[in-house]
């Protein structure tokens, strides 16, 4: 495949140097010498950061792709409101009319943290499909992806973890962000008598029952729209 490829570039500098349309004698007239050397290093490995600084990850065509697709807005509004959800059954029914009552209409619900991180945790996080709203979410630039840690240092990358220092991720965030959904994003923590097991086996956190702690009292610690679900990944992080 290399001798090919060097076979077209002679090829190509030949007619640049030999192509042109005057006639012999005008050649004769205006000729000239050109040495011409090139040096090629077919050894040498590729730079894996494309551009990026040397400590940056690698990436950067998938990054500034992400940086122009990327949209998200945090709903100040909501954020440090305290509500009371009856029952974990109906918190997806009583925080749509909350939400709705800001101006943002939700759709189908895309994802409910759950029983189990609410019982280990003592939080929820939730996440809808958005059908109508006047708020509009806005680009950001590259920092806003250092900032919610998703540009980290190459020095601080795990590569027998992440091979590709984490741009496999990032091109997941692109393609979802391609996709153009907009979403609502909410968390929060609860405020009430029960803030979380600690020191508590799953298998037993398994066995309890919410029902015993609602109504419950939660505060929203963070409330976004955005077109790409996994924004909150290393900002809300839990296993």
């Not at 040498?44 to 940056?56: D, I, K, S, Y």
């Not at 393609?175 to 009430?192: C, M, Q």
Request: glycine share 6%; with cysteine; net charge negative.
């Amino acid at each position: 495949m290399a001798d090919d490829w060097c076979q077209k570039l002679v090829r190509k500098l030949r007619s640049i140097v030999g192509g042109s349309t005057f006639d012999e004698a005008s050649k004769r007239e205006n000729a000239s010498v050109v040495n011409i050397q090139m040096t090629f290093d077919l050894t040498r490995p590729t730079n894996p950061n494309l551009g990026l600084p040397p400590h940056a990850v690698p990436g950067l065509s998938t990054i500034k792709e992400l940086v122009r697709k990327l949209k998200y807005k945090t709903v100040d509004e909501l954020v440090g409101l305290k509500v009371e959800l009856s029952s974990l059954e109906r918190v997806e029914e009583e925080l749509r009319i909350i939400i709705q009552e800001h101006g943002i209409q939700l759709d189908e619900t895309v994802s409910n943290s759950g029983v189990f991180v609410f019982l280990k945790y003592g939080f929820l996080d939730i996440e809808f499909a958005v059908r109508n709203t006047a708020l509009v979410p806005e680009v950001q630039r590259v920092r806003f992806l250092k900032e919610m840690g998703f540009l980290p240092d190459k020095e601080f990358v795990d590569d027998s973890i992440f091979h590709d220092a984490g741009l496999g991720f990032l091109e997941e965030m692109l393609e979802e962000a391609r996709e153009g959904k907009l979403l609502f994003k909410i968390k929060l923590d609860s405020v009430g008598s029960y803030r979380g097991a600690h020191g508590v086996s799953e298998e037993k956190l398994l066995k309890e029952s919410p029902a015993q702690y609602f109504p419950c009292e939660f505060i929203v610690r963070d409330a976004c729209l955005t077109n790409c679900g996994l924004i909150w990944l290393n900002k809300h992080f839990y296993l």
